[in-house]
């Protein structure tokens, strides 16, 4: 057991760690402004100015910038809700919603938008119109998450499966990689750990699972994960609240609408700039 001296050093060191995430996400989220704000310039001072041979070679450049900017705030975004959760702040903001839709629709466009076809295999078992108490942001966070990590570590078919279980649902999200390695497992769940993939890149700052686990816990949903030679399959246990049947019309109405398609697409357009870096 460490002494009083050794343990307060600890919790001075965790705090100064805190405060650097906060401060980084701020740092982060200002240096991304500024880039936004200098591709805006380029692009209103260059549009029409430029003979065709050289407007060519502006477009690729805003949108690489684009892509930059994107994951920046991915990352800001993570460290701001990693100092909330250790603060004990991460408190998901919980309202009716319709997982098989919701995460069907995001398979859709992770689909349309993955070269070569589709890479992930959707099944639903679940009966339409049936809702759960949950963060909206945090369910597509969780899913994307998870298909992040498992589509940079295989070529072949992620398959997410959501089916009743007992009084709940089953969300499975399996894939045929490599699996990691024993002396990863035994950290895996430990901010900034990332492992490197087959061809020694090491991507991402590893918060992804971490937080794909906290946002589940959260929100009082199960999370194990196994992993082996055959491959890695994350496994998600989730309560369904019985909500009122004569609200279910609005409910579905309000949770299958064009401003939640609009912030699915560009959390994927964020998860695509993180897999494209």
């Known amino acids: 057991m460490p002494s009083n001296h050794e ?3 600890l919790l001075q060191e965790e705090k100064r760690k805190n405060l650097l995430c906060g401060g980084l996400a701020g740092e982060i989220q200002q240096v991304a402004q500024g880039i936004m704000l200098a591709r805006e310039t380029v692009e209103l001072q260059t549009r029409g100015a430029l003979p065709e041979s050289s407007a060519r070679f502006i477009e690729p ?31 998901p903001r919980l309202q009716p919603v319709e997982p098989a839709w919701q995460w069907e629709q995001m398979v859709s466009l992770v689909n349309e ?12 078992g679940c009966a339409e ?13 969780v899913l994307l998450n998870l298909l992040m990590n498992a589509l940079r570590y295989t070529q072949e078919p992620v398959r997410v ?6 009084e709940g649902m089953r969300l499975l999200v399996e894939d045929s990689g490599p699996g ?76 299958r609408s064009l401003a939640v398609r609009s912030r699915q697409a560009d959390r994927l357009r964020t998860a695509q700039s993180c897999l494209a870096l």
């Open 7 to 9: 343990s307060e050093r």
């Open 61 to 91: 450049a805003l949108a690489d910038m684009d892509v930059c900017v994107r994951y920046l705030n991915y990352i800001a975004e993570n460290l701001a809700d990693l100092t909330s959760q250790v603060q004990g702040r991460l408190t």
């Open 113 to 124: 938008s993955c070269p070569g076809g589709d890479r992930v295999h959707w099944k639903c």
């Open 129 to 141: 119109g049936q809702f759960v108490l949950a963060d909206q942001a945090w369910a597509d966070k």
């Open 161 to 166: 499966s959501l089916q009743p279980e007992g």
């Open 180 to 255: 990691l390695p024993p002396e990863l497992m035994e950290h895996l769940f430990e901010p900034f750990l990332a492992d490197s993939a087959q061809d020694g890149a090491r991507h991402g700052v590893g918060l992804g699972l971490y937080l794909a686990r906290e946002y589940s816990l959260a929100m009082g949903w199960g999370f194990s994960l196994e992993s082996g030679p055959a491959g890695t399959s994350v496994r998600l246990d989730i309560p369904v609240d019985p909500l009122p049947s004569s609200g279910h019309a609005s409910l579905r109405s309000a949770s």
